[in-house]
Every structure is written in structure tokens, then in C-alpha cells.
């Protein structure tokens, strides 16, 4: 993400549930102009969803604790947009869930997390492979106009191909809020029309009401969703004091991954399932997240609730069905019955933004320990989708400067192993003074690295 500011001045946050100060030179700052991704140019394919036309809601759809004013978000003006289909906002269906212990009729896998790559190498820029080290190489230079991003995460669609997902990336030099990529074999096309944000772009106010993609996947109905979530600005400048507010499914053409809908989920207070997800060939599992991180108790502190990761399930690539919630001894139809799956007992961590995946034997789990102001990346596996969870490894964060001056933060996986059956893993990285970000592109850019999980009670780096 893009910090338009340097506020690190006597900080206090939260590591491993308790809480440090930090002490840093003000640095003066002149923010880098900015394009408006609402007023750039939409196209039919890139951005269908610029024709869905709603009043932004003035109530977030979850609530957080905070002791901050409240700022209500006014409704964007109106801005004109292609002259094609509208995909109607649409709400889930209220199927009634079995009991509890119930089990779905047995379905295939829709897609193996972890197989080899093997759709054609079609694309605008190849890699010269998809080991770590030449992932690293090709993410290292601009992709096309794409110039840098955070919050990468991939994942394997059923034809193949892999879709990738982007937060707050510089397109030609415009800053967008989210970006589409496709992978066919070692080759890649970027998704956005231009400056644009790829999805919801008619429903973003540039630093003010915005989407941040979280994790999707394939469905039973032969689509492709992705949750995304709507993010308002509510303090004086971007990410001062930022709310999480609606979350949505967006439902796209598994071939051509233009918008066919958008779903507006029911709400279940702070936890917003879908910021992993996975699935063991019976069911789908949404994994939740508060991403409550700037304007909690100061302006870079987290929500209490980031600490905690529940955990839902609905039968396998079925997100319109009737969820159930782990409630610590079986499955509830009851979203309040939830309890945490990850807490701050795993790596005493303060905030637990994970990333799980089912690599056909055990789930695996990968973090950037506290968010950015940790300094190491924890590794942990489970028998089962709701743990417990095994630590395993902890790695220093791979800092491309020094760590007075470069952070890391959002480790992700990517849905392949490397030649030596070894897991591929993937951090983002950013410089302290976001206001550097935009003249620094070269570290705006996610590195990848490997790391032996297999059938061992504690991973080896390779």
C-alpha cells in the first residue's frame, strides 16, 4: 500500500500482543502527484464493473471498536461509464444448512493447489521461468505499465492459466487501488484498462472510498470469484484513519474474467471471510481478517481484532451456499458462534494476516509476523483446516535496503511447488516513507523464495 505520509514519529503499536514505541526522525515530505483512477478512460472487458451504478452506503457494514470520530461517507458523483450490460449487486442465497457433522456429496477437486503450470505460454512479457529466483528476476523490472504493487496473491484457475491479484499499484505511472494480472504458462498480461482500477472503479473515489481485492477462487458454476472489500478514508489524508466497510464477491467469466456480478455478502460483524481461501476437494474454506490497520489508537495502530483468524466452510467452489462457522467443537450455522483458529498464542504474533492453503496433505500457513513492524515471516502446518497449527520456521525478512529505510509485510503463496517439490512463497516490500514509494518503484515489487514443508516438523529454507 501507498502511505502518503510519514507519521512514525513516537508510534505506538502492538508486537506480539503488547505494545512498543517507536522513535523516528520527522522526515519532511512532498507527495507525489497523483492521476484520479476515476476519470481515466474504462474499458468493456477491463473494468465491466464500472457500469454497476450504486449509492455507496453511509454504514459500514462491520463495525469497528474504535474511540474516533465518525465520518460519514457521502455518495459518489456521477460518473459516465461505457454504455454496456450491467451486472446486477445481488445478495447470496439463504439455503439452510445441514447439521452440523453433515458431509456434501463427494466432488472432485476443482483445481489442484499445487500442480505444475501447464496452460500454453501465452502473454504481453514471459519470464524465463517460474522458479523463485526468476520469478524474483521478472517482478523485479516493470511489467509493461505495470511500475509496482503490494498484497500479491495467485491463484490456479481450472483451465490452468493463474490469476493474480494486486492492492494499490502504479499503472504508468497512475496510482489504482487494484490490479488484475493472468498467467498463462511463464507469460503474463496485465488486466487493467490503462490507469484504472481493475475492478469497482466506478464505485471508487481515489484515496477516499476504494476496493482492495482479498482471495477467490474457482466456483461449482464454472465462474471465478474474488471477495473484495470496500475501504473509506475517514481521516484528513489516505490511510490516516481507514474503515473497512462493505465486503463483496465479484463473479467473473472464467474465460475471458470480464464481470458477469456483483455480490454484496451478509455481514458478520469485524471478520471478513475471504482473505484466504482454500479447499480440500470437499469443501471451500474462507479464512477471516479484520484489516483493521491505520487510525486504531493512533494512526498507524492495528484494531484489537486483527489478531484473530476464524475460519468458515461451504461445499467445495459453492459461495452462494449457506455457511458454517468453527465454533471450537464442530461447525455452526452461527457466525457470533465463531472462534479464532490463529490467535496471539501462534508466534505471539500482534496481527495475523495469513495466508493458508491445502497442498494435498496438510495445510499449510505462511505470515509476515506483526505486519510491517515485525521482522520474520512464520511458517506453520495443520492436519486439519482449523488446526491446530504447528510452527515450523521462522525466516528473517528479506529487506531489499536497510531496515531503517525498507520493510516487508503480506506474505502470500503461489500455486505451484518449485522443481524440488520445495513450497513457493512471496513477500511484499515497500519503503518506510510512502512518500518515496512512487520515485522507488524498484522496491514497491514482490520477491519470492522457497521453503521445504514436506511431512517434517520443522520446514527447511532451500
Known amino acids: 500500500m501507498f502511505f502518503a505520509r510519514s507519521t512514525f514519529l513516537g508510534r505506538g503499536f502492538r508486537v506480539g500482543g503488547g505494545s512498543m514505541v517507536v522513535g523516528l526522525a520527522v522526515i519532511a515530505l512532498v507527495v507525489h502527484p497523483i492521476v484520479d483512477d476515476r476519470f481515466a478512460p474504462a474499458g468493456p472487458v477491463a473494468d465491466a464493473a464500472a457500469s454497476v451504478r450504486r449509492t455507496p452506503a453511509t454504514t459500514p457494514a462491520t463495525s469497528p471498536t474504535t474511540t474516533s470520530p465518525t465520518t460519514t461517507i457521502q455518495a459518489l458523483p456521477s460518473i459516465a461509464t461505457p454504455s454496456i450490460a450491467t451486472p446486477a449487486i445481488t445478495t447470496p442465497g439463504t439455503t439452510t444448512p445441514g447439521t452440523t457433522e453433515s458431509e456434501p456429496a463427494a466432488v472432485a477437486t476443482l483445481v489442484d493447489p499445487f500442480a505444475p503450470v501447464t496452460s500454453p505460454g501465452v502473454g504481453d512479457y514471459c519470464?524465463?521461468?517460474?522458479?523463485?529466483?526468476?520469478?524474483?528476476?521478472?517482478?523485479?523490472?516493470?511489467?509493461?505499465?505495470?511500475?509496482?504493487?503490494?498484497?500479491?496473491?495467485?491463484?490456479?484457475?481450472?483451465?490452468?492459466?493463474?490469476?493474480?491479484?494486486?492492492?494499490?499499484?502504479?499503472?504508468?505511472?497512475?496510482?489504482?487501488?487494484?490490479?488484475?494480472?493472468?498467467?498463462?504458462?511463464?507469460?503474463?498480461?496485465?488486466?487493467?484498462?490503462?490507469?484504472?482500477?481493475?475492478?469497482?472503479?466506478?464505485?471508487?473515489?481515489?484515496?477516499?472510498?476504494?476496493?482492495?481485492?482479498?482471495?477467490?477462487g474457482p466456483a461449482a458454476d464454472g465462474t471465478v470469484q474474488l471477495f473484495v472489500v470496500q475501504m473509506n478514508e475517514t481521516g484528513g489524508s489516505y490511510l490516516t484513519r481507514t474503515r473497512p466497510s462493505t465486503l463483496r464477491r465479484v463473479?467473473?467469466?472464467?474465460?475471458?474474467?470480464?464481470?458477469?456480478?456483483?455480490?454484496?455478502?451478509?455481514?458478520?460483524?469485524?471478520?471478513?471471510?475471504?482473505?484466504?481461501?482454500?479447499?480440500?476437494?470437499?469443501?471451500?474454506?474462507?479464512y477471516s481478517h479484520c484489516y483493521q490497520q491505520f487510525g486504531f489508537d493512533t494512526d498507524f495502530g492495528f484494531g484489537d481484532c486483527v489478531v484473530d483468524v476464524k475460519l468458515a466452510r461451504v461445499p467445495v467452489g459453492s459461495f452462494d451456499a449457506a455457511r458454517e462457522y468453527w465454533d471450537g467443537s464442530g461447525w455452526s450455522p452461527d457466525h457470533s458462534a465463531a472462534v479464532p483458529v490463529v490467535d496471539g498464542t501462534f508466534v505471539f504474533s500482534g496481527n495475523n494476516p495469513v495466508q493458508v492453503?491445502?497442498?494435498?496433505?496438510?495445510?499449510?500457513?505462511?505470515?509476515?509476523?506483526?505486519?510491517?513492524?515485525?521482522?520474520?515471516?512464520?511458517?506453520?502446518?495443520?492436519?486439519?483446516?482449523?488446526?491446530?497449527?504447528?510452527?515450523?520456521?521462522?525466516?528473517?525478512?528479506?529487506?531489499?535496503?536497510?531496515?531503517?529505510?525498507?520493510?516487508?509485510?503480506?506474505?502470500?503463496?503461489?500455486?505451484?511447488?518449485?522443481?524440488?517439490?520445495?513450497?513457493?512463497?512471496?513477500?511484499?516490500?515497500?519503503?518506510?516513507?510512502?512518500?518515496?514509494?512512487?520515485?522507488?518503484?524498484?522496491?514497491?515489487?514482490?520477491?519470492?523464495?522457497?521453503i521445504d514443508l514436506r511431512s517434517s516438523s520443522s520446514g527447511s529454507v532451500v
Not at 127 to 151: K, N
Not at 367 to 390: L, M, N, Y
Open 357 to 450: 492453503r491445502f497442498d494435498g496433505e496438510q495445510f499449510v500457513l505462511v505470515e509476515k509476523r506483526d505486519d510491517w513492524w515485525g521482522s520474520t515471516i512464520e511458517f506453520g502446518v495443520a492436519d486439519q483446516p482449523q488446526g491446530p497449527f504447528v510452527h515450523v520456521r521462522s525466516v528473517d525478512e528479506p529487506v531489499k535496503c536497510d531496515r531503517s529505510v525498507c520493510n516487508t509485510y503480506f506474505a502470500s503463496w503461489l500455486p505451484w511447488l518449485d522443481e524440488t517439490g520445495a513450497h513457493i512463497w512471496s513477500i511484499g516490500h515497500n519503503r518506510w516513507n510512502g512518500a518515496e514509494t512512487s520515485t522507488h518503484l524498484d522496491v514497491y515489487r514482490p520477491t519470492f523464495h522457497r
Open 127 to 216: 519470464a524465463a521461468g517460474l522458479s523463485a529466483d526468476e520469478l524474483s528476476e521478472f517482478f523485479a523490472r516493470p511489467i509493461g505499465g505495470f511500475q509496482g504493487a503490494d498484497y500479491q496473491r495467485a491463484f490456479k484457475l481450472e483451465d490452468g492459466r493463474v490469476l493474480w491479484t494486486f492492492q494499490d499499484a502504479f499503472i504508468q505511472g497512475t496510482l489504482v487501488h487494484n490490479v488484475g494480472m493472468v498467467q498463462s504458462g511463464r507469460c503474463f498480461t496485465v488486466l487493467n484498462d490503462g490507469g484504472r482500477s481493475w475492478l469497482l472503479g466506478d464505485l471508487t473515489s481515489h484515496m477516499r472510498q476504494w476496493h482492495w481485492i482479498l482471495d477467490g
Open 251 to 286: 463473479v467473473l467469466d472464467s474465460a475471458t474474467l470480464e464481470v458477469l456480478d456483483v455480490i454484496d455478502e451478509p455481514p458478520t460483524g469485524e471478520d471478513l471471510y475471504g482473505w484466504a481461501v482454500t479447499g480440500d476437494g470437499t469443501y471451500t474454506y474462507l
